[in-house]
């Protein structure tokens, strides 16, 4: 069983920056490819990155490459998403989550995912 806990959600302006982190339990973090996805209101729940179990493979939705970027830390059991130049189209609640699949294609899809964590608002003001 793997719990995630998101945090470092806010409000920030636009052209601004915040770092989400995302601490999961148990000792079997590393053998988790790790994703962050966003669900603004009224609209479906969307990948934003993924990184591989020892972080050498990262992937990114279009609309944030640049922009973003995923990072791991096994020993600390921990994913990072650095966000910047922050966009209001940005606002959505950030949820991480946490695919057992072992395949050399990064899964971008909800359905790839096991684990999920509560999530954490992120609001881009313009």
């Known amino acids: 069983q793997v719990q995630l806990v998101e945090s470092g959600g806010g409000l920030v302006q636009a052209g601004g920056s915040l770092r989400l982190s995302c601490a999961s339990s148990?000792?079997?973090?590393?053998?988790?490819?790790m994703g962050w996805f966003r669900q603004a209101p009224g609209k479906e729940r969307e990948f934003v990155a993924a990184i591989s179990r020892f972080g050498v493979n990262t992937y990114y939705t279009d609309s944030v490459k640049g922009r973003f970027a995923i990072s791991r830390d096994n020993a600390k059991n921990t994913v990072y998403l650095q966000m910047n130049s922050l966009e209001p189209e940005d606002t959505a609640v950030y949820y991480c989550?946490?695919?057992?699949?072992?395949?050399?294609?990064?899964?971008?899809?909800?359905?790839?995912?096991?684990?999920w964590g509560q999530g954490t608002q992120v609001t881009v003001s313009s």
């Open positions: 989550a946490a695919s057992p699949l072992q395949s050399l294609v990064i899964p971008t899809t909800p359905n790839a995912y096991s684990y």
């Open positions: 148990g000792r079997t973090f590393s053998s988790y490819v």
